[in-house]
């Protein structure tokens, strides 16, 4: 009957609802659990306790009486935020995103799709913050936590070169702004027709030369050339240097006395 066929497409209906409200659920209990064995992996209850210490150091009246030992507190301090601190905003995030399915199952039909929707782009934040610091904890390199310094030259590709040293620059910049660091340019030199023929530029921002030293090295690009009136295919080369160091490690050298008598 008409009744029958109404009452069953109701049936279903409610549990397509049921069934996304139960999807977004568990999406958040194995966010749980990966908070879990990411505070047990990285070891946040001893970074929190070490970053409370650092802390009050700097606090201290006399903090600075020790240059050397106040840049070592500094770049210590740094090193436990860059966990700290995003940790922090992730297990927030998964907190809201439950807070935030509760409000939904109050809801009903369109307006529960809608706060779900909230609540799965809520779920992505989290996601986000999770593979950071994931990758983060895969850099434990002496300066990976440090600034760095870039070159980008154009090689063998003319003009093509230039151009493409321009768009790796513009790419990278865009990088830089995702991951809320800053960039400072220092020198640069166009190319005759159009583009970059170098670069040379500081990144800075926490763990950028972690994250930008597998950068280095040569990019080629393959493309139809948009410089060429018949359209023909060009293969065009750019290189990329990194560089760094600690800005809070003390530098120390030696000079011979028979250097300063020539």
């Not at 530098?251 to 250097?259: A, G, L, Y």
Request: negative net charge; aromatic residues 10%.
């Amino acid at each position: 009957s008409v009744f029958g066929i109404i009452c069953s497409t109701m049936v279903e209906e409610t549990k397509e609802k049921l069934l996304e409200v139960e999807e977004v659920r568990q999406k958040i209990e194995e966010l749980k659990k990966n908070v879990g064995e990411m505070a047990d992996y990285i070891k946040i209850d001893e970074r929190r306790a070490k970053l409370a210490d650092l802390e009050a150091q700097q606090a201290s009246g006399d903090f600075w009486n020790n240059q050397a030992k106040a840049r070592e507190v500094i770049s210590a301090t740094n090193a436990e935020r860059a966990y700290v601190v995003p940790f922090t905003a992730l297990t927030k995030t998964v907190e809201d995103a439950g807070v935030m399915l509760e409000l939904a199952e109050m809801e009903e039909g369109e307006a529960q799709q809608i706060a779900l929707k909230d609540t799965l782009g809520e779920c992505a934040k989290a996601e986000d913050y999770f593979a950071k610091l994931r990758l983060q904890s895969l850099l434990g390199g002496k300066f990976d936590q440090c600034n760095v310094f870039v070159k980008l030259h154009a090689g063998q590709g003319g003009t093509e070169a230039c151009d493409w040293v321009s768009m790796l620059y513009r790419m990278y910049q865009r990088y830089a702004e995702d991951q809320g660091w800053k960039i400072e340019e220092y020198d640069r030199q166009e190319g005759e027709e159009a583009g970059l023929k170098d670069v040379y530029f500081r990144v800075e921002g926490s763990y950028a030369y972690g994250m930008l030293k597998a950068e280095r090295g040569i990019h080629r690009l393959v493309r139809i050339s948009p410089f060429d009136a018949n359209k023909r295919r060009q293969t065009s080369f750019a290189s990329m240097e990194t560089q760094t160091f600690s800005p809070y490690s003390p530098m120390s050298f030696s000079i011979k006395p028979k250097s300063l008598m020539a």
